[in-house]
C-alpha cells in the first residue's frame, strides 16, 4: 500500500473512531502495515475496497471495531521522558508518600493507562524502591496497569525486555532491578513486579475500581483520542482520582481545555496536573454570581 493512500484513508476513517489524524501521522506506519494485512487477510483487492466494507457498516460494530483494534500505537520504553520521571522522584512521590502516611494509610495507589508491555508500571516500581522507600519504609505502592491489547499484557506478565527499552534506566539500578539473559534481552526481577496488577480494559469505557493518589496517562488520550473521546477519559480520570491526586501526561501532551464544564485539573508542573478539592466554578455559576 502506498503511503499516500494510507494517508487519506486514515484522515477518512479516524474521526470516525473519534481518533485524530495529528497524532498518527508520525507513527502511521505501524499502523498502515497492520491494515494492510487486515484487507489481505478479508481477501479484498485494497483500501478502496476496505472502505465500501466499512460504509456498509453502522459506525461501533463489525468491521469498525476491528479497525479501532488495529489503530494503536504500542512504543513505549522504561523512564520515557526521563525528566518526567525525575520530578516523580524528586517531588511528586515522596510529597503523595508523606501526605498518605499523614493520613495514617499503608499504601499509595497508581493506574498506569495504556501500560503497553509494562515498560510504564514498571518503571514506577522501580522509581520507587529506589527513590522513595527509603524516605517512607512501610509505606505500600499499588500499582493497577491497564491496555486495551491482550497480546501486550501478556509481554507484560513475562517481563522481559530488549537492551534498547532499558536505555534510559539508570545504570545503577539495572543491574538490581534485573537480570541479564544469555540472548541479551533483560528480565525484570520477581520482587519488581510485585504490587503491579495488570487488567485489560478500554480506557474509553471503563476504569479500575477504587480511588487513585496517581494516574499516568502518557501518550495514548492527549495524543490519539479525538476531542469528546478525550473529554471522556479525563471525567473518568477525575472521578477514579483522590482530591489532590495526580494525573501526569505525556511530555508533549496538554490536557483538552476547560470549556464551561469547570476546570477540575490544575498544571502544578511540566507534564503534572493536580486534581483540585472542588472544581473550579464554571464561567455561567461564575456570572451569575456577579
Ligand atoms: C503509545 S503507547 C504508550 C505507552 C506508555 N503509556 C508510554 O507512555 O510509554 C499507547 C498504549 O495505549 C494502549 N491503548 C490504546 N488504546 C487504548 C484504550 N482505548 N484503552 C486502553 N489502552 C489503550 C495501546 O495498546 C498502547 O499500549
Known amino acids: 500500500m502506498r503511503d499516500a493512500e494510507c494517508i487519506e484513508f486514515l484522515q477518512w476513517a479516524l474521526p470516525r473512531l473519534d481518533l485524530r489524524w495529528a497524532g498518527f501521522r508520525k507513527p502511521r506506519r505501524q499502523v498502515c502495515r497492520r491494515i494492510t494485512q487486515r484487507v489481505s487477510a478479508l481477501g479484498l483487492s485494497g483500501l478502496a475496497e476496505y472502505r465500501r466494507t466499512l460504509e456498509s457498516e453502522e459506525s461501533g460494530t463489525g468491521e469498525w471495531a476491528v479497525l479501532d483494534l488495529l489503530c494503536r500505537v504500542t512504543i513505549s520504553r522504561f523512564f520515557r521522558d526521563r525528566r518526567v520521571f ?36 514498571y518503571s514506577l516500581r522501580i522509581l520507587w524502591h529506589f527513590e522513595v522507600t527509603p524516605q ?86 492527549w495524543t490519539y483520542f479525538g476531542e469528546s473521546a478525550q473529554r471522556r477519559v ?42 483540585r478539592s472542588r472544581p473550579k466554578a464554571s464561567r455561567e455559576e461564575t456570572s451569575a454570581t456577579q
Not at 104 to 116: E, N
Not at 160 to 168: C, F, H, Q, V
Not at 249 to 273: A, I
Open 234 to 275: 479525563l471525567a473518568r480520570i477525575a472521578s477514579a482520582l483522590r482530591p489532590g491526586g495526580l494525573l501526569v501526561v505525556g511530555g508533549h501532551e496538554v490536557l483538552p481545555g476547560d470549556g464551561d464544564d469547570g476546570t477540575v485539573f490544575e498544571l502544578l508542573e511540566r507534564s503534572t496536573y493536580s486534581k
Open 86 to 121: 525525575e520530578a516523580l522522584g524528586r517531588k511528586v512521590l515522596p510529597q503523595l508518600a508523606h501526605a498518605a502516611e499523614g493520613e495514617g494509610r499503608t499504601a499509595l495507589r497508581a493506574w498506569s493507562v495504556g501500560c503497553a508491555s509494562g515498560e510504564e508500571p
Open 136 to 221: 517512607a519504609d512501610g509505606l505500600e505502592l499499588e500499582i493497577v496497569a491497564t491496555d486495551i491489547d491482550e497480546h501486550l499484557l501478556k509481554r507484560a506478565l513475562r517481563a522481559r525486555y530488549p537492551a534498547g527499552s532499558l536505555r534510559e534506566v539508570p545504570d545503577s539500578w539495572k543491574g538490581e532491578a534485573f537480570r541479564q539473559e544469555e540472548t541479551g534481552e533483560f528480565v525484570l526481577r520477581e520482587s519488581f513486579r510485585r504490587g503491579v496488577e495488570l487488567r485489560l480494559e478500554d480506557v474509553r469505557v471503563t476504569a479500575p475500581p477504587g480511588r487513585f493518589d496517581l494516574v499516568l496517562c502518557r501518550n495514548l488520550a
